[in-house]
């Protein structure tokens, strides 16, 4: 089948081979077409060869263990790869972000001035109330988001919400806060 006239349909048998057969022909052919571009579209979004290498490798292994959980109502095949790519370059690049525990601060710490102890404690008191205040739906969004350190994708994965309608109760909800915040 020539590169042109393979057709969504084709990618989505694919998906599906691999999800129910484990068919190892189906994931080399994925592998074939999508591998390259996933690593030339994390190379153009800023990642550095070997971080696009690892970042390549760890989606299309995702995409072995997780084809099941792919849904063509919901997304393409090549828009669900490229997620899982963009969501894992973000993890790649927060992991190696952390500092290393020798780069830590050890011994004992200063003791914070009271009258910061008591902002941050209004703050927070402050920042509970908003969060309760929140619309149901927008509140459970925003406790998986920043409490159950979830991506947006995982939590679209979770409730079956599209990911566009996460994102933007998310941004509404975090627009209330700093609203209430301020």
């Given at each position: 089948?020539?590169?042109?006239?393979v057709?969504?349909?084709?990618?989505?048998?694919?998906?599906?081979?691999?999800?129910?057969?484990?068919?190892k022909?189906?994931?080399?052919?994925?592998?074939?077409?999508?591998?390259?571009?996933?690593?030339?579209?994390?190379?153009?979004?800023?990642?550095?060869?070997?971080?696009?290498?690892?970042?390549?490798?760890?989606?299309?292994?995702?995409?072995?263990?997780?084809?099941?959980?792919?849904?063509?109502?919901?997304?393409?095949v090549?828009?669900?790869?490229?997620?899982i790519?963009?969501?894992r370059?973000?993890?790649?690049?927060?992991?190696?972000?952390?500092?290393?525990?020798?780069?830590?601060?050890?011994?004992?710490?200063?003791?914070?001035?009271?009258?910061?102890?008591?902002?941050?404690?209004?703050?927070?008191?402050?920042?509970?109330?908003?969060?309760?205040?929140?619309?149901?739906?927008?509140?459970?969004?925003?406790?998986?988001?920043?409490?159950?350190?979830?991506?947006?994708?995982?939590?679209?994965?979770?409730?079956?919400?599209?990911?566009?309608?996460?994102?933007?109760?998310?941004?509404?909800?975090?627009?209330?806060?700093?609203?209430?915040?301020?």
């Amino acid at each position: 089948m020539a590169a042109n006239e393979v057709t969504e349909a084709h990618w989505v048998a694919r998906i599906t081979a691999i999800a129910k057969d484990e068919d190892k022909s189906a994931f080399a052919e994925v592998f074939r077409h999508f591998a390259p571009r996933v690593k030339a579209f994390l190379i153009k979004s800023g990642a550095d060869e070997s971080l696009a290498e690892e970042c390549m490798q760890d989606v299309m292994a995702t995409l072995w263990q997780k084809a099941h959980m792919y849904d063509a109502a919901r997304a393409s095949v090549a828009t669900w790869i490229f997620t899982i790519a963009r969501n894992r370059k973000i993890d790649l690049i927060r992991k190696n972000a952390r500092p290393e525990p020798e780069d830590l601060p050890w011994g004992p710490e200063e003791q914070p001035d009271q009258a910061d102890v008591l902002a941050l404690q209004q703050d927070s008191a402050r920042l509970t109330d908003a969060i309760r205040q929140l619309p149901e739906k927008q509140r459970r969004l925003i406790e998986r988001a920043y409490f159950g350190d979830l991506t947006h994708s995982e939590i679209a994965a979770e409730t079956g919400l599209p990911l566009g309608t996460i994102k933007s109760r998310i941004r509404l909800a975090l627009e209330r806060l700093r609203h209430s915040m301020s």
